[in-house]
């Protein structure tokens, strides 16, 4: 989608290493977030951002870290990747709350074998 | 807690037909609903919104009905094309004014036969 990308689009790593996936935005909006999605669970919030270095823990936060030292960056880490996080992983900005929700990235397939 | 469900995970209509997609809330405070589309290997993509304070809202072929004596709300697709062909999701934001985070229900498969 224009405006915010994920990076990157496909990736596979080992159980036990640490990944980090990217979300850029060039909408200088204030709020951003991570979702993952899986089969029977719809999207769920992991952490989320309401400006540069302000994050706080969604539904599913444990085994992620977030961090967002730019207005136009959010990074989500997996400190130490297992099966459990293998899942599609959704990044999301919104310019303010409740305004016709978000926009979100084209998501990042992450397996971890 | 508060939740966002829907009714039938799967709906198969022909096309042309009217699609009726079902969801329910739990919270009867809730005041904006959002219904998204996704489409395979894509993000949701927002399709209408619809505040408490209403009751339907009309978009380009989508219209959407809120009930809140029954915490229930429908996106109705008119005409279903087989580019509707998606998963949708209706949503509402939590949290007020700190974040606005969205909970997701967990998803319509929408399939149009030719």
């Known amino acids: 989608d224009a405006g915010i990308t994920q990076s990157p689009r496909h990736k596979v790593t080992e159980t036990g290493t640490p990944v980090t996936l990217r979300c850029h935005q060039t909408?200088?909006?204030?709020?951003m977030y991570w979702y993952r999605q899986d089969p029977g669970h719809g999207l769920r919030l992991i952490h989320y951002s309401y400006g540069v270095k302000d994050t706080d823990k969604g539904e599913v936060s444990d085994g992620y870290s977030v961090s967002r030292s730019k207005t136009e960056d959010f990074l989500l880490t997996l400190e130490s990747a297992t099966s459990s996080q293998t899942s599609v992983y959704f990044c999301?900005?919104?310019?303010?709350?409740?305004?016709?929700?978000?926009?979100f990235g084209s998501g990042t397939r992450l397996t971890v074998v | 807690g508060e939740s966002v469900g829907l009714h039938l995970p799967t709906l198969s209509v022909q096309e042309g037909d009217n699609s009726i997609i079902n969801c329910a809330y739990s919270?009867?405070?809730?005041?904006?609903f959002i219904w998204y589309k996704q489409e395979s290997g894509k993000g949701p993509q927002f399709i209408i919104d619809?505040?408490?304070?209403?009751d339907k809202r009309q978009g380009q072929r989508v219209t959407v009905l809120l009930n809140k004596t029954v915490k229930h709300l429908s996106l109705q697709i008119a005409a279903t094309q087989p580019g509707d062909s998606a998963v949708y999701f209706c949503a509402e934001p939590i949290g007020g004014n700190q974040g606005g985070k969205l909970i997701f229900g967990q998803g319509t498969e929408l399939s149009v036969k030719p």
């Open positions: 919270n009867s405070a809730s005041d904006y």
């Open positions: 909408e200088n909006h204030r709020y």
């Open positions: 999301a900005i919104s310019e303010s709350t409740g305004v016709h929700g978000y926009t």
């Open positions: 619809i505040r408490s304070n209403m």
